[in-house]
């Protein structure tokens, strides 16, 4: 049976990375998998996505409407954009950060304040709180290694040797802290 | 050996497999990778081009010379690259020649969605379609053998999905080919009409030899289940068939799609009552199956632009996708693409956004976003380098009137070089008073840094000679030209005044680094200090006036609990440009 993972965010929040270490860790485990992610210019601040899909075998590297078993939203109101993406039954797994697009800083519209609650309305979210975790580890920027440890979690995939995928994927220097923040994001759920 | 592989990644690992020497292309989303890859091999001798027309030039001369070659381009590209193509296939190979064409369904960072199939009928050279990434490396591999044994260059057309999707690939090792010699042969390389006339009578020999390849090969093969219904597909859709039909149906999978195997696909058609086409953008396959007399569902069916997703096949066939969470979608905020934080093109849209009665002519790059808010300082992008040409022609028309209206038109370093150079010229020699602009942010920004001939290396990162604008702009008789630091706006309205004012064509240069570029000794020590410092808000002065907000940059913010504006210091690289915007100085840099 073919899951489905969609990871959403703005441009620049490492969904790309988390993704890459996702993808690199099932196929260590043996599955058949697809990954399909847009470039390009909406890199630029925009609203990006990476789809992940594995099983025996995969056909399709995209996931549709209705097709994603967990949804994992780095950012709140991405979340709610790509909500219509989650099957009926899936799980949605979302980061308590805000990121204000450009119309909402010249006041064009507006961040409403409660996209938690509006997420809620629709599915059980599990909310994480992944830039005070990272922020606690040290380091800002392992918010998305925080979030991978929270997919790895949920969709039981604990099993696969994440910590040498870690180590031939990242920097040696941050080897440490990725490790860190990847249990922190197990233990998070 | 297995890996997970992009579709780029796969056909320079292709490229590598089958003994290529020498790839050359321009970058252009989806294709980029593939040559960012190829360079990764230092068997291959990997270069970016000036332009895609360029790229396979020195392609097409590394295959005359002996050498398997390879172009790689986005799908407009080869609009560029037409002029050698047209002609190419006339000649025929030495060493094996490919060309990449990565078409863009969906138009993801695209200007148009043409279909590029179409070349291969138009140029009459044969096509490959692979569906996934294993193909992208096998088909390559495979291209190779087919160039040199029909002698004919190849195209090879990927979509963008192909191009970004990773899937597993089992790899090999790379055959060296032995560069084969060359021997000068006026009756197969000097295209003057004798020759051509020739050529052109033994191309559609070519073309008959490779139809019957195209009945034979595997590449083309039918996947038979029970059941009278059929599906025809290449490329990305046959997964996408595959997802929603399962083993429900048969399958005529085409790999080599031009010359189209007549034979087979009749034979495949006799056998269904229902048969689908799934392609994306043009009714290609559907054309030759109405050719042969069969009913089929395809254009007419399904959406004739766009992707052809599980989805899209689903709500077509089911009246519906799959079932979905009912939500609101009230909501949810637009996030449109923007400039980075520290972008120098913000101060100088900032600037120019003020600016009246111009019309700024655009081209494509990161500063195509100066057309949203909030600057709105943007009419128009058409094609790589026409905002020079583009703005040359409506200039001299406005002249005609007494609107007094101008012309700003605006490129990058890496547009400028590859035909912007050419529309300059022309501004010159024909003589309008359009203002050109080179924003050169020292790399070929959008499609994420690849270096160019003004930045002072080359594809495989070696030091190279710099081509210097300045230098280049005067040297074709610009007279009025202005070199500028795009964060500093009293330097940005002193050059527009200045320009403003002429009666003759004029240049402006605004020459400061990308933010994420990864920078050179030559930048640093040009750029001293460049993003070092941090802008911060005095509370106490900001009175909330938001007119720092208007120069569109991501750092800063206004809370949901105090009117005063916020620079989140994470992003914030200290341009200053909010601070210059800033008229009662409560916005302060600080050095770090």
Known sequence: MTKSILLVGVGGQGTILASKILTAGLMEAGYDVKMSEIHGMSQRGGSVSSQVRYGESVASPVINEGGADMLVAFEKMEALRYIGFLKKDGTAVVNDFEIPSIPVITGDETYAPDILEE????????????????????NAKVANIILLGTIIKIMELTKIDWESIVRSTVKPQFVEINLEALQSGMDAV | MKQLMTGDEAVARGAYEAGVRFASAYPGTP????????????????????????????????AVAGSRSIASMKHVGLNVAADP????VYMGVNGGNVIVTADEPGMFSSQNEQDNRNYAKFAKVPMLEPADSQECKDMIVKAYEISEAYNTPILFRMTTRVCHSKSVVELGERREVPLKDWEPDNGKYVCVPAVARRLRVKLEDRIRKLTEFSEGTELNRMEMHPGKTGVIASGIC???????????????KLGFTYPLPMKKIRSFCEQMDTIYVIEETDPYLEEAVRVLGFDCLGNNYFPPYGEMTPDVIRRAIQGQGE??????????????????????????????????????????GCYTLASSKPYQALHSALCMGASFSLGHGAQTVFNMGDSGKRVVAVLGDSTFFHTGINSLINTVYNQSNTISVILDNRITGMT???????????????????IDIETLVRSLGVKHIRVIDPNLLDQVNEALD????????SVIITRYPCVLKKFSEADKQEFEGMFQGKCHVDP?????????????????????????????????????????????????????
């Open chain 2, 323 to 364: 079932e979905t969470i009912d939500y609101d979608t009230g909501k949810i905020i637009s996030r449109p693409p923007t400039l980075c934080a520290g972008c120098p093109h913000r101060g100088f849209f900032y600037t120019l956004s003020d600016r009246k009665n111009l019309m700024i002519s655009g081209d494509i």
């Open chain 2, 540 to 592: 106490d002065i900001c009175i909330g006036c938001k007119i720092c907000l208007e120069t569109g940059c991501p750092a800063l913010s206004v809370g949901r609990d105090m009117p005063q504006v916020r620079i989140d210091r994470t992003s914030c690289v200290g341009c200053s440009v909010c601070e210059q915007a800033c008229s009662i100085g409560a916005i302060e840099r600080e050095e770090q």
């Open chain 2, 31 to 62: 294709s980029t990778e593939i040559l960012e890859n190829m360079s990764t091999y230092r068997e291959i001798r990997s270069e970016w081009a000036t332009n895609e027309k360029v790229a396979l030039e020195a392609a097409i001369g590394a």
């Open chain 2, 238 to 252: 046959y997964h996408y068939a595959k997802e929603v039909f399962g083993d429900s149906v048969s399958y005529l």
């Open chain 1, 119 to 138: 997420i809620r309305k629709h599915v059980s979210a599990k909310v994480i709180n992944a830039a005070e975790l990272a922020n606690g580890l040290g």
């Open chain 2, 498 to 505: 200045y320009c403003l004012a002429l009666n003759e064509p």
């Open chain 2, 448 to 466: 994420g840094h690849q270096e160019n001939p003004g930045t002072g290396f080359d594809a495989m990162g070696e030091p190279t000679n710099i």
């Open chain 2, 85 to 88: 193509l047209l002609t190419w």
